[in-house]
């Protein structure tokens, strides 16, 4: 069955950079686009970018432009997202996504917490 799993995430101090990874199994990852999700405390979940399944189309929301890169390693089943000049308002669960035959399908989510 389709398995995605979060990793990465973790407390960090504003301006600090985190690099969290999306392992995914169970269907043919190198067939279909990915995106990286967060909900922070008390609010709606939100697109934080995405990628086409070969890598070359990139999208990202506005809050993160400038800070946040996405990718994949299509030969490690694996999506990642580098994130730079972590802000407090990043905060968040961060979770990967894929949509696959018109169903959603969600990792568990990793923490991301930026602190001083």
């Known amino acids: 069955q389709v398995q995605l799993v979060e990793s990465g995430g973790g407390l960090v101090q504003p301006g600090g950079s985190l690099r969290l990874s999306c392992l995914a199994s169970g269907f043919t990852f190198s067939e279909y686009g990915m995106t990286w999700y967060r909900q922070a405390p008390g609010k709606e979940r939100e697109l934080v970018a995405s990628?086409?399944?070969?890598?070359?189309?990139?999208n990202y929301a506005d809050s993160v432009k400038g800070r946040f890169t996405i990718s994949r390693d299509n030969a490690k089943n694996t999506l990642y997202l580098q994130m730079n000049s972590l802000k407090p308002e990043d905060t968040a669960v961060y979770s990967c996504?894929?949509?696959?035959?018109?169903?959603?399908?969600w990792g568990q989510g990793t923490m991301v917490t930026v602190s001083s």
């Open positions: 996504n894929t949509v696959r035959w018109g169903r959603d399908y």
């Open positions: 990628i086409t399944s070969t890598g070359d189309k990139t």
